[in-house]
C-alpha cells in the first residue's frame, strides 16, 4: 500500500523537480546577462544568497574576486553589479542537480557547477574558473518554486 502512494505523488513530485530547475536556468541566465530582474524573478522575497569566499580557493587559499564576497538579504536586495558595463562576463553551468523535494512547499538541492569570469584588459587575471556546488533550499509560494538559501562551496578556484 504505500509503494502505491508514493507513486501516486510521483507526477507532483517530478512537476517540482522541473520547475525547480527551470527557475536555477533562469538565475543562471539572469546573472550571465546581467538581467537583475530575472534574477529576482527566481527569488523568494525573504532569501538569503550566501556568496561570501566564493572565488577562494581552498588549497591555496586565495580569493581571486573578492569583490564577489558578498551575502543578499531579500530578492530586493539583489544587487545589479553592472559587471557587463565594467568588461566582466561570467558563464555559469549547472550540472548533475541533487534535488529533495521535502515537502510540497520546500525542497533541498546541491548542483555541480563550473563557472568561468572572463576579466577585462588591465585586471589581475584574464580568466577566474571556480569548480565546486551550490547549496540552496527551495521553497513554493502561490505555485512556483523560488531559490531561498544559497551557498556556494568550491572545490578548485585557479586563475589565468
Given at each position: 500500500?504505500?509503494e502505491?502512494?508514493?507513486?501516486?505523488?510521483?507526477?507532483?513530485?517530478?512537476?517540482?523537480?522541473?520547475?525547480?530547475r527551470?527557475?536555477?536556468?533562469?538565475?543562471?541566465?539572469?546573472?550571465?546577462?546581467?538581467n537583475?530582474?530575472?534574477?529576482?524573478?527566481?527569488?523568494?522575497?525573504?532569501?538569503?544568497?550566501?556568496?561570501?569566499?566564493?572565488?577562494?580557493?581552498?588549497?591555496?587559499?586565495?580569493?581571486?574576486?573578492?569583490?564577489?564576497?558578498?551575502?543578499?538579504?531579500?530578492?530586493?536586495?539583489?544587487?545589479?553589479?553592472?559587471l557587463?558595463?565594467?568588461?566582466?562576463?561570467?558563464?555559469?553551468?549547472?550540472?548533475?542537480?541533487?534535488?529533495?523535494?521535502?515537502?510540497?512547499?520546500?525542497?533541498?538541492?546541491?548542483?555541480?557547477?563550473?563557472?568561468?569570469?572572463?576579466?577585462?584588459a588591465g585586471?589581475?587575471?584574464?580568466l577566474?574558473?571556480?569548480?565546486?556546488?551550490?547549496?540552496?533550499?527551495?521553497?513554493?509560494?502561490?505555485?512556483?518554486?523560488?531559490?531561498?538559501?544559497?551557498?556556494?562551496?568550491?572545490?578548485r578556484?585557479?586563475a589565468?
Open positions: 500500500m504505500q502505491q502512494s508514493a507513486n501516486t505523488c510521483l507526477p507532483d513530485h517530478l512537476a517540482a523537480i522541473e520547475a525547480i527551470q527557475a536555477k536556468a533562469r538565475y543562471f541566465r539572469g546573472v550571465d546577462t546581467n537583475a530582474d530575472l534574477v529576482r524573478s527566481v527569488l523568494a522575497e525573504d532569501c538569503e544568497l550566501d556568496y561570501r569566499d566564493c572565488f577562494v580557493d581552498p588549497a591555496s587559499g586565495t580569493d581571486y574576486f573578492p569583490e564577489m564576497s558578498i551575502v543578499v538579504r531579500t530578492r530586493s536586495g539583489w544587487p545589479n553589479l553592472g557587463r558595463s565594467r568588461g566582466i562576463v561570467s558563464v555559469h553551468q549547472g550540472h548533475h542537480a541533487d534535488i529533495e523535494v521535502t515537502d510540497d512547499t520546500t525542497a533541498t538541492v546541491v548542483w555541480a557547477m563550473t563557472d568561468r569570469i572572463f576579466m577585462p585586471a589581475p587575471y584574464r577566474i574558473i571556480g569548480y565546486g556546488h551550490y547549496h540552496e533550499t527551495y521553497e513554493k509560494v502561490r505555485g512556483a518554486w523560488y531559490i531561498k538559501t544559497l551557498r556556494i562551496s568550491r572545490l578556484v585557479e589565468r
